[in-house]
């Protein structure tokens, strides 16, 4: 598959500027965790862990707690044995319920 580098160039002139920011700063943490011999799921999981922490910035700790739990239990399911996930949540609703 060949890519074309003109569209490519044309859809990120296209994007707002905060999203390349963010493209480019998650490029920059990959190439830095790849040389310090860091694994990509660590990385996922360090960016799993500060996502929660933001989306329930403001709200108590109990919340911030159970909001990680659930994560994590779902991508312990998911890991593990995922015909069981996709019985109970579905796999193409699980995006969709995360999504704000």
Known sequence: MEIDHDKV???LQKLPTDIVFIF???HHIGVH???AKGTSR???L???KYACEGLAQGMSPLYVWWLKFVVWMRLFVFEKS???FDK???FKN???EFAL
């Open 24 to 26: 480019k700063a998650v």
């Open 9 to 11: 160039g044309m859809l």
């Open 42 to 44: 660590s990385r996922l």
């Open 46 to 48: 360090t960016f799993t």
């Open 82 to 84: 995922f015909w069981v």
């Open 33 to 35: 965790n790849y040389r």
């Open 88 to 90: 109970v949540f579905g």
């Open 94 to 96: 699980f995006s969709a």
